[in-house]
Each structure stands twice: as structure tokens, then as C-alpha cells.
């Protein structure tokens, strides 16, 4: 009885912390669909007829939306594929070969991550200024590269690890070169890890504020700086906010949702040995 108990109240307490962190998502999605006259921050009541205008004003008709999800999808796709290369080298590098400062390279890597992103947006913004990439989707591109770079490295150099270096040795003496090896022998090993890097590399890139809001400009404002106009001095429109911040949250849960068996087999790669 007191194991069954204690069962019993672990698993109110868990319900207790999920309906903690999913109540707030939740009732935003919720908003998003209220009627305009009830679409307020103060709404709590469940019971209402689903209204989609907000939905057709941002996305439809004007649609301001519509272009800022295009270029959130550029932005995050475009710098997602300019970072995945150069985390595939530099994670391959620092666990195939040994030289000085490799150590202080990887953990050069982890401060770019906890450094605040607001000590980057200022020397950016001043060299992609000078060279005309402010206002554009190229500058935000490169400037993503800040923390996309570190962010790859750091998930994806543990699945190199987990490879045997006499694997790919024994491609080595067959005849393979390095690069060969790795395109042949080793990036279908660390598959799952691929998925798990550029997963999370396009959600970060896809959810940046700070970096996107004085870099872009007109058809380039992306879904999260968007969401943002809808403050005025004359009110807050939390309708429209709550109807673009839906579909800012979609996409990332739809790309968790369909790579999720990739996710988990990435997540839990050399968990098991023996």
C-alpha cells in the first residue's frame, strides 16, 4: 500500500508540473482562435464559438505573416545548411585528430553558447552593415552562424566519439581516403546524430529575436520580430500576436514530430554499451 501510494503522488506531481509548463501554451493557442471582443489577455473562460479571423488577418488577408513565414523558413533553412558542413568538420576534427589548443578550441565552442547574444548583435550589425547585408535574409544568414556553428559542434561531436576509430582505419588501409571515409563509412554511422544537430540548429535559428530584429527589414522581418508590431500605442492586438506565435510554435513541433524517431535514436546513441 505505501509503494502504491507513493506511485500515486509521484504521479500527481508529474501531472501537477506538465499542466504547469502546457496550461500557458495552451491557453495562447487558445487565444488565437478566440472571438475578437474576447481575444484579450484577461480571457480565461474555455467556453466560446472558435473564431479563425485573427488566423486570416495575419496570414491571408492582408497577411503580413505570410511573408514574415517565408523568411523564417529562409533564415533558419539557409543557415541551417551553411552551419551543418562546418559542423560536420570541425566536430570531425576534434575527435580524429590531436593538436595544440584543441582542448581551448572546444571550450572556445561552449562560451560562444553561454555568452549573452546581445554581446554579438552590435559588432555584427556594424560589419554586415559596412558590406550592405542589413535588411536583407543574407546578413541574418551569416550572423545565425554565431551561435548555429557552437550549438552543432557541441551536439554532434559526441556522436563522433561514439565511432571506432579502427572502423574507419580498416576503410583507410582498404583504399578509402579521409574524406571518402568520412562521406562513405562514418556520416552514415553518426546518421541520427545529423538529424539531432540540424533539428536543433533550425529551431534556434527559427526562435531568434534579438539577432533578426536590427538585421532584417520589410519582406525579411521574420515570424518573431512580426509578432512584435502588433504592439501600438493604441492597444494590443493580442489576437494577432497569439495567431502568429501559433504558427511560429507549429513549425518547430511539426519538425519534432516528424523526425522524432530520429530524435530519440540521436538523443539515446551510445547510451547502451556491451
Given at each position: 500500500?505505501?509503494?502504491?501510494?507513493?506511485?500515486?503522488?509521484?504521479?500527481?506531481?508529474?501531472?501537477?508540473?506538465?499542466?504547469?509548463f502546457v496550461?500557458?501554451?495552451?491557453?495562447?493557442?487558445?487565444?488565437?482562435i478566440?472571438?475578437?471582443?474576447?481575444?484579450?489577455?484577461?480571457?480565461?473562460?474555455?467556453?466560446?464559438?472558435?473564431?479563425?479571423?485573427?488566423?486570416?488577418?495575419?496570414?491571408?488577408?492582408?497577411?503580413?505573416?505570410?511573408?514574415?513565414?517565408?523568411?523564417?523558413?529562409?533564415?533558419?533553412?539557409?543557415?541551417?545548411?551553411?552551419?551543418?558542413?562546418?559542423?560536420?568538420?570541425?566536430?570531425?576534427?576534434?575527435?580524429?585528430?590531436?593538436?595544440?589548443?584543441?582542448?581551448?578550441?572546444?571550450?572556445?565552442?561552449?562560451?560562444?553558447?553561454?555568452?549573452?547574444?546581445?554581446?554579438?548583435?552590435?559588432?555584427?550589425?556594424?560589419?554586415?552593415?559596412?558590406?550592405g547585408?542589413?535588411?536583407?535574409?543574407?546578413?541574418?544568414?551569416l550572423?545565425?552562424?554565431?551561435?548555429?556553428?557552437?550549438?552543432?559542434?557541441?551536439?554532434?561531436?559526441?556522436?563522433?566519439?561514439?565511432?571506432?576509430?579502427?572502423?574507419?582505419?580498416?576503410?583507410?588501409?582498404?583504399?578509402?581516403?579521409?574524406?571518402?571515409?568520412?562521406?562513405?563509412?562514418?556520416?552514415?554511422?553518426?546518421?541520427?546524430?545529423?538529424?539531432?544537430s540540424g533539428?536543433?540548429?533550425?529551431?534556434?535559428?527559427?526562435?531568434?529575436?534579438?539577432?533578426?530584429?536590427?538585421?532584417?527589414?520589410?519582406?525579411?522581418?521574420?515570424?518573431?520580430?512580426?509578432?512584435?508590431?502588433?504592439?501600438?500605442?493604441?492597444?494590443?492586438?493580442?489576437?494577432?500576436?497569439?495567431?502568429?506565435?501559433?504558427?511560429?510554435?507549429?513549425?518547430?513541433m511539426?519538425?519534432?514530430?516528424?523526425?522524432?524517431?530520429?530524435?530519440?535514436?540521436?538523443?539515446?546513441f551510445?547510451?547502451?554499451?556491451?
Amino acid at each position: 500500500m505505501t509503494a502504491r501510494l507513493t506511485r500515486v503522488l509521484w504521479h500527481l506531481l508529474l501531472l501537477v508540473v506538465v499542466l504547469a509548463f502546457v496550461a500557458p501554451i495552451v491557453w495562447f493557442l487558445l487565444l488565437a482562435i478566440r472571438p475578437p471582443q474576447s481575444g484579450t489577455a484577461s480571457s480565461h473562460s474555455l467556453l466560446f464559438v472558435p473564431d479563425l479571423s485573427a488566423l486570416k488577418y495575419v496570414f491571408v488577408s492582408p497577411g503580413s505573416g505570410r511573408s514574415a513565414l517565408w523568411a523564417s523558413l529562409i533564415q533558419a533553412g539557409g543557415a541551417t545548411l551553411i552551419a551543418m558542413p562546418l559542423v560536420i568538420g570541425a566536430s570531425y576534427g576534434l575527435t580524429r585528430f590531436t593538436f595544440r589548443g584543441r582542448s581551448v578550441l572546444s571550450t572556445w565552442y561552449l562560451g560562444l553558447m553561454l555568452a549573452p547574444p546581445v554581446v554579438f548583435v552590435l559588432p555584427l550589425f556594424v560589419v554586415l552593415s559596412k558590406v550592405g547585408l542589413i535588411g536583407g535574409n543574407i546578413g541574418v544568414i551569416l550572423a545565425f552562424q554565431t551561435f548555429a556553428v557552437p550549438l552543432g559542434v557541441l551536439l554532434l561531436r559526441g556522436f563522433f566519439a561514439e565511432i571506432p576509430v579502427e572502423i574507419e582505419e580498416a576503410a583507410l588501409v582498404d583504399g578509402c581516403g579521409r574524406l571518402r571515409s568520412l562521406v562513405t563509412v562514418v556520416l552514415p554511422m553518426v546518421a541520427p546524430g545529423l538529424v539531432v544537430s540540424g533539428v536543433f540548429v533550425f529551431v534556434f535559428c527559427w526562435n531568434n529575436l534579438i539577432f533578426a530584429m536590427p538585421m532584417t527589414g520589410g519582406d525579411s522581418v521574420p515570424l518573431t520580430v512580426r509578432a512584435l508590431s502588433f504592439f501600438a500605442t493604441s492597444g494590443i492586438s493580442w489576437n494577432y500576436i497569439a495567431a502568429t506565435s501559433a504558427v511560429s510554435m507549429a513549425v518547430p513541433m511539426l519538425l519534432f514530430w516528424l523526425f522524432r524517431r530520429h530524435i530519440v535514436s540521436g538523443l539515446t546513441f551510445g547510451a547502451v554499451k556491451g
